[in-house]
């Protein structure tokens, strides 16, 4: 027999004694509901006839009480009663059987009648045939009995009243209008035997019809006992069968599987002991039994045969414990002689560096020419060997594990100047043109705020720049930069570098990232270098958590990428790019150069167009405002002087006027020769590679001053007339927002905070607004409390609602919208953008041509100059709330007035004030070491644009 069939006969019998203890629990459940519901069906319908025998009852006594008493609440009752028999009122709430004679008697309080459709006295009456089985067939009868005696009845007591009220005449027989009142033959007639009889038989029908109620659940209750004796016999029947069932599987379990595992147990504590010479017990009946004292067997034999195989194995595990400690140690000496390697490099570097410092001092002095050549070379012999050292260095400290990785803000742009810089003096004497291409989308937005290691990423940049500028005899080397985005904060940064060489063959791209690797052997002695750089750069790019590779094409070119992991900060992706909204035009000849050229352009958010001739430019010139001019300095012909449509308009001081020159070396180009004086001087120049800080960061001509006039000015028919409501704290947001408003025409009411505006829309005769602005840092109400209120009242809650605030954060973003805003402005306001957002919230034409800023300088010094006087009074006062509003006011001012620099210093103050982990008072006194240079700056402005 198979334990597994044991198991299954021992488990069926305990499933089939908890199944019939449950059907067995629910059936008697059942029969006692059953029961239960019978004997309340029983209870009410005796309870029903009783009360119908009261109501009989209480008929005939309110007659004889009026009668009697005179008390017209008695017929009132008498007729309520004699309409709930007619089905046309019913009790407000269930009453017992002798609500009616305690009613009557004055004990209890009246439960109304309530005028409802209820049951009829007939339907009363048959009701307990619905719940009562095995009741006589002649109930009908019976029922016809008693409403045949109760019309009777009720006739009787009509006639009653009317001979009480002197309507009845006996004599006659009939109904008048007019009869002397016989109380006396009243109270004959209700104590008659006629009428007595006909009472006595009312009860009498019902009495029957209590008896036969009673009967016929008496048969239905005593069928049930039997069934409930019935099923308790069968339960315990059932449990005795199934109790014996379990015994003999029990049983079984115990003869002949559990008494062998015992056996079993003691044999394995001998065999754990070291004696083999057992003897096993013979199971029979189980199967599984038996099969596993035939496992105990051969696990014996097997024990027997590891016992002789033992001795094997101890001597292979010596030789492999051996073979193990013999690697460690290699790799150990591989590590000391890496650590060696790196500090004696290190050592070697100091007298290095002293030698190159020393040649350079002395071959600044006056030195005979033989003496001057011969420190040349020793110059040049110790930058050699210093390269060499710096990578064997380098590569040591790969090795040896002694990399560490720096996790800080950077920007890419700072990457790609340092990198270029190492080798565009190089580039330049070989005469290879250095290229900077981005990809476009937001790969320039997301580099500016970047955190990693940015000097490491220089220094795998620097390695590949180099080995492609040193192995390229013509062309250029172009390096392109993507940035993807695999997650809210992480990007994946993608360096290329492109170069014109000869190409590698597929043999040198297979091991040409291997340690002293070159192309070739010949390319030691051609070009120098120790075919280490490439090796450290895989190094590093891999410790980053990176790739790197080469594709190459023999006669064509090579590039080299590589792409590291970084991390961003995705609040830059809602803040405006550099050059938003601002337009310029590339005179360049079409290519691969201007492709690059263009691509950084794109990326600053100038609109930038490309044209090829002259011709083109002027034409662009003529119909387009533009902010900015990019010239290649070498596509002129400096025999042929500029066209003076040309000259005009880059006589235009507010235009910049840049240009691309082919390298540093080339600064001094033709185009100089071409420009008069006034041009010249003001002339930008940009050498290829053209990165997006360059752009940015070339000077800005003169802040220019809106013009002050009485005179009437036309302002656009769209915004003119329109009324604002500006709620602004700052004095200097408040005359830049308004001078704007102003100059397209709008009235504009000014609040500096949120309760100041509650109380001017509050009242019903508040003036209207078109549009609302408000910004979200204010003292005593803020833009968020506002905000909740304006949407709570009617009359403003289809008002256009614009935020303004320097926090371009997406989760400021989605409170406002969240709390009714329309729409959202950030710090520094800019009159294309305001206009634009007003144009779409009103439908209306934006303004042109745009209005200039105020005069910034005039409002720095007015407002601000004394901004270190103005923190350290809310110090003294106790109000951080007022010390950080007042930081993050000026953190888009210095954004408005250019101070790019110290805007992101007052930003950081803002975060780690509002983080606290920055202290005011230190936020201050920094303030203070850089506040007067920046107060005498826009004094001397100021000065400037005052007019004499």
Known sequence: MKLAALFRFVLFATLLGLASNVWMGERADQLQTSQTALLTARLNAINELRLLQSEFDALQTLVAAFVVSKNSQHLVNYYELLDAHAGARKYAQPVDNVYWSKLIAGNTEAVPLVPAKGETLESRLFAPQNVAPNLSG????????????????????????????????????????????????????????????????????????????????????????????????????????????????LAVLQRFVVAPLRELNKVSKQIAQGNYSVTLPEPRFVTEMTNLVKGFALMIGSFKRELEQGEAARSAEMIAFEAKMGRERAEAQVEARGMLLANMSHEIRTPMNAILGMTALTLKSDLPEQERNYLLKVQDAAKSLLGLLNDILDYSKAEAGMVEFEHIPFTLDEVLANSFLAVQSQAASRKLMLLNEVAPGYSNQLGQRLVGDPSRLRQVLSNLLSNAVKFTESGSVRVFSKLQTRSDTGLDLRIEVHDTGSGLSKSQVERIFEKFAQGDSSVSRVYGGTGLGL????????????????????????????????????????????????????????GPVADCVMSVLTATGMEA???????????????????????????????????????????????????????????????????????????????????????????????????????????????QGKSALILEDHPVNQELVCSYLKAAGMHVTLCEHGQEAVELLDPDDAPHFDVIITDLEMPVMDGYEFTAWLRDQTRWMDTPLVGLTGHAFSEIRNRCLDLGMDDFIAKPVEARVLYATLADLLHTEVPSPLPSPPALPNLFMEHCADLPIKLRGHLDQLDEGAFVREIHSMVSLLALLGEKALHLVFRDFEQGLNNQTIDAREVLDQIRTVWPALVKKYSELAEKATPS
Request: include cysteine; proline fraction near 7%.
């Open 138 to 249: 002649d109930i009908k009868a019976s029922v016809d009995n008693i409403l045949n005696l109760s019309k009777r009845l009720r006739e009787r007591e009509q006639i009653v009243f009317a001979l009480t009220q002197g309507l009845y005449d006996p004599d006659a027989g009939k109904y008048v209008s007019e009869a002397p009142v016989r109380d006396d033959l009243a109270i004959q007639m209700l104590f008659s035997e006629e009428y007595l009889g006909m009472t006595n038989a009312i009860r009498a029908e019902i009495q029957g019809r209590i008896r036969a109620v009673e009967l016929g659940f008496q048969t239905v209750i005593a069928a049930q006992a039997n069934n409930i004796k019935a099923t308790a016999n069968f339960d315990l029947y059932l449990g005795l069968l199934v109790t014996l069932m379990a015994l003999v599987g």
């Open 535 to 590: 090796s450290i750069a895989r190094e590093l790019v891999i410790r980053m958590g990176g790739q790197i590779s080469v594709e190459s094409t023999p006669g064509v070119g090579s590039c080299f990428w590589f792409s590291v992991p970084v991390v961003y900060d995705s609040d830059i992706l809602i803040e405006p790019l550099p050059l938003d909204y601002q337009s310029g035009v590339l005179l360049h000849q079409p």
């Open 609 to 719: 167009t490309l044209v090829s001739t002259l011709g083109q430019c002027i034409r662009h010139l003529d119909e387009n405002i533009c902010d900015w001019v990019f010239i290649q300095s070498d596509l002129l012909d400096p025999s042929e002087p500029l066209p003076a449509e040309l000259l005009e308009h880059l006589s235009n001081p507010a235009l910049r006027v840049v240009a691309i020159d082919r390298d540093l070396l080339s600064a001094d180009s033709a185009l100089l020769q071409m420009l008069p004086a006034d041009i010249t001087k003001q002339l930008i120049h940009l050498a290829h590679p053209v990165l997006m800080q360059d752009i940015c960061a070339a000077p800005r001509p003169d802040l220019p001053i809106l013009p002050r006039s009485d005179a009437p000015r036309e302002y656009p028919e769209s915004l």
